[in-house]
């Protein structure tokens, strides 16, 4: 059975609207990922992997992500004109519904690739590119009209300023900016990066980043100095859950992380932060925002393979599901009991997604992937309890 698209903003929708709920830019890599490894091979020798799949990464993985939530998603990236390319066009425009309307093939640029090795519950990835032949406003003009925007902050192309970034298009448009930043392989971790909030509605880094950027000692002070420049201030911080300020709303609400096994972090904070977006443009309390991005993170961390991995709303209403079912059965204990009610607001939801809903894909150069099944997952049909389903082809 074809899978259905669940429209979580259906309600929201009217003649005047923007035509995409999400946009985004950035660069895509070809991910190839062996796993199932005993160990790393020694100089001079092979060893097989009992599983690999092949699947787009960077920024791809958001918005695969964004997508797989029912989020109208268009995504601008360069793309080579190699085989590579192909299949990452494919992937993201037939399978996976992004829009690559403001995207651009390139002749003679080569598509950036990274090969990851999972091996004893950790990775280690070999990368290689060039950067993209055109700057992203440049390739981009005015980007369409969306609701909202994330974009990262940078020294290249910054926010605000003379305010011709394509984000500050888009803002200027009527877009919400969530602004995300990466790792700072000099480490000087400038304060001054922080100065393009002013533009932004929401900041969303990881706890290392947040006390770098901000200088502070423990994740709870960065997120009040972070809240002093933006209104929605989010810190993520892996196992010990995510917290965040709403100024806008008056709230403030901290999610614990799910108990999980976690097997990849690839696309992780993607994965959150297409949540985050989702409950915001839908207008939910920040604590159930919090919670509905940690359980799409959650889901995504117990399987290998960045996007390969984004959960849909079919994984989502079968964990609750499995959830509820636990809960019922009288000797759940406390933290399913928690679970139970700090969930409730799926009950809302639930209901309305389709049996047959997205779920995760199986993206593959050999057609198909079985990441899965080297990392111990369920069979299908048998799926994990209260730890989402294994992948499944969506066709």
Not at 204 to 228: C, F, G, H, K, S
Request: glycine share 10%; proline share 7%; hydrophobic share 45%.
């Amino acid at each position: 059975m074809s899978p259905q698209a669940y429209d979580p903003l259906a309600g929201k929708r009217g003649p005047d609207g923007p035509e995409f709920d999400v946009f985004t830019a950035g660069t895509v890599f070809l991910d190839i990922v062996f796993t199932g490894l005993q160990a790393m091979p020694a100089a001079g020798t092979e060893v097989w992997a009992e599983g690999m799949g092949s699947c787009p990464g960077g920024i791809a993985n958001l918005a695969i992500a964004s997508s797989r939530l029912g989020l109208r998603t268009s995504m601008a990236a360069a793309f080579g004109d190699d085989d590579y390319a192909d299949f990452n066009w494919r992937i993201l425009s037939e399978q996976e519904s992004v829009d690559l309307s403001r995207s651009r093939r390139f002749q003679r640029w080569h598509s950036p690739v990274t090969v990851s090795v999972a091996v004893n519950r950790d990775r280690s990835m070999v990368t290689h590119g060039h950067p993209s032949p055109m700057p992203m406003t440049q390739m981009i003009g005015r980007p369409p009209r969306s609701r909202a925007v994330i974009a990262p902050l940078s020294l290249e192309e910054p926010l605000g300023g003379d305010g011709c970034s394509w984000a500050d298009l888009a803002r200027q448009d009527g877009a919400l900016v969530f602004a995300d930043v990466g790792w700072d392989p000099s480490e000087t971790w400038s304060a001054s990066l922080l100065d393009q909030l002013e533009v932004c509605h929401a900041f969303m880094p990881n706890a290392v980043e947040a006390m770098a950027y901000t200088n502070t000692d423990t994740p709870r002070e960065a997120l009040y100095a972070i809240a002093d420049r933006v209104p929605l201030a989010v810190v993520t911080d892996g196992a010990n859950g995510a917290m965040a300020i709403d100024s806008a709303t008056g709230e403030e609400a901290y999610a614990p992380a799910l108990r999980v096994t976690a097997l990849d972090p690839t696309g992780a904070g993607d994965v959150f932060g297409a949540g985050l977006v989702l409950g915001t443009l839908s207008d939910w309390p920040l604590a159930d925002r919090l919670a509905f991005a940690g359980v799409c993170s959650a889901l995504a961390v117990q399987q290998f393979g960045g996007s390969l991995a984004a959960p849909g709303w079919g994984d989502i209403a079968d964990w609750w599901q499995d959830v509820r079912a636990a809960a019922a059965g009288g000797n759940s204990g406390a933290y399913i009991d928690s679970l139970a009610r700090r969930y409730a607001f799926l009950d809302q939801i639930v209901p309305d997604v389709p049996m047959c809903a997205v779920r995760r894909a199986t993206a593959t150069m050999s057609r198909h992937a079985d990441v899965d099944v080297a990392a111990g997952a369920a069979k299908p049909g048998h799926p994990t309890p209260l730890g989402g389903s294994p992948a499944k082809d969506r066709g």
